[in-house]
């Protein structure tokens, strides 16, 4: 049973590394590190997202999603 569970969640963590490039987030690493304005009005299909900020649970793996610290600036970003 725990083999079956352990494959199943390996499974779906090759199936996520898939899908977190549908949006290109890889492409964006020059932003990273940047404040939160450098990417308004630059990247298509963008969603900000502060840190402790509530987001909804849809799943679009098109969205590119940049995730912003604290302090205002980029930490990182994916698809989801």
């Given at each position: 049973m725990r083999a079956l569970l352990l494959l199943c969640l390996l499974a779906g963590w090759s199936r996520v590394s898939d899908?977190?490039?549908?949006?290109?987030a890889d492409n964006y690493?020059?932003?990273?590190?940047q404040p939160e304005t450098a990417v308004y009005g630059v990247?298509?299909?963008?969603?900000?997202?502060?840190?402790?900020?509530v987001v909804t649970q849809d799943f679009n793996p098109e969205r590119l999603n940049a995730e912003v610290g604290k302090?205002?600036?980029?930490?990182?970003?994916g698809c989801y």
């Open positions: 899908v977190e490039t549908t949006c290109n690493a020059e932003f990273v590190g990247l298509p299909n963008l969603r900000v997202v502060r840190a402790g900020e302090d205002g600036f980029i930490t990182r970003f």
